[in-house]
C-alpha cells in the first residue's frame, strides 16, 4: 500500500516556463512533507518542506502548496532551469521518531 | 562539515554471499537511515538507528540487518543475496530524527548481484 504516490513518472517542461509537480498521500496522520531533489550517482539532496499548519512555503524559485484536505501537495519551480532536470522525490512523516515515506519520483527534464 | 560518506561506491557480488556497506554520517549527527533504491520503486525505508539502537524498521527480510557504532557510523548487512537485491543503496544522517529531521544522503552504494 503506498502511502505517498506521486501519479507521473516524468515531466517535461521548456527553460523559463513553470514546472508543477504533484504528490498524494493517504495517511492521514502525516504533518511534515519533503521535496528531494536527486542528480544521477549523487544521493538526493533536500529541496523544500512544509509543515501541515502551512499551507504555502516559498524559498527562491520553489514553492511547495499543501492542501490538506485533499491530501495533497504540489512543488513549483518558476521559472524552470536546464539545471533543474533530476528526478524529484516527495517525502512524508508523521509526528514522532517515525521514518521518512517516499513516493516514487518524478524525473523533470527541462529543454533549453 | 564534511558530507555523508558511504563505501564502497559500487560492489559486485554472485548469488548467495553477503555483502556489508558502510556509512559515515555528518559529524554531530545521532540518526542514521538506510534506503534501497530500485528503477520505478523510490526509496524503500530499509531501518533507522539512533544511538546505536535501531529505532525503526522497514518491510524487508532478516537477511538485511543493520549497526551502529558509538561514534554514528553505521553499516548494513546482506546475506545470501539474491538478484532482486540489485539496487542503490542510500545512507542518511540527521541530527534527531529521520521523520522530523531534515536529512543529508550519501552518494549511494551501487550493488550489482550476479
Known amino acids: 500500500d503506498q502511502q505517498v504516490k506521486q501519479n507521473s513518472p516524468s515531466l517535461s517542461v521548456q527553460e523559463g516556463r513553470i514546472s508543477i509537480l504533484n504528490c498524494d498521500y493517504t495517511n492521514s496522520m502525516f504533518d511534515y512533507f519533503l521535496w528531494y531533489k536527486k542528480y544521477p550517482a549523487e544521493g538526493p539532496t533536500f529541496l523544500i518542506s512544509?509543515?501541515?499548519?502551512?499551507d504555502k512555503n516559498e524559498d527562491g524559485r520553489f514553492t511547495v502548496f499543501l492542501n490538506k484536505s485533499a491530501k495533497h501537495l504540489s512543488l513549483h519551480i518558476v521559472p524552470s532551469q536546464p539545471g533543474d532536470s533530476a528526478v524529484y522525490f516527495c517525502?512524508?512523516?508523521?509526528?514522532?521518531?517515525?521514518?521518512?515515506?517516499f513516493g516514487k519520483g518524478t524525473r523533470l527534464s527541462v529543454i533549453a | 562539515k564534511a558530507g555523508v560518506t558511504q563505501t564502497p561506491r559500487y560492489l559486485i557480488k554472485t548469488r548467495g554471499q553477503q555483502v556489508t556497506l558502510s556509512c559515515s554520517p555528518i559529524?554531530?549527527?545521532?540518526?542514521v537511515s538506510w534506503y534501497q533504491q530500485t528503477p520505478g520503486q523510490g526509496l524503500q525505508f530499509l531501518f533507522e538507528y539512533f544511538s546505536e539502537t535501531q529505532r525503526n524498521k522497514g518491510n524487508f527480510p532478516g537477511r538485511f540487518s543493520g549497526r551502529q557504532f558509538s561514534n554514528s557510523r553505521s553499516e548494513m548487512n546482506v546475506s545470501t543475496l539474491e538478484l532482486g537485491d540489485s539496487a542503490l543503496y542510500l545512507c542518511a544522517s540527521s541530527f534527531l530524527s529521520s521523520g522530523g529531521d531534515e536529512q543529508f544522503f550519501g552518494p549511494g552504494t551501487r550493488l550489482t548481484v550476479l
Open positions: 512544509i509543515s501541515s499548519i502551512k
Open positions: 517525502a512524508a512523516s508523521a509526528a514522532g521518531n517515525t521514518p521518512l515515506v
Open positions: 559529524s554531530g549527527h545521532r540518526s
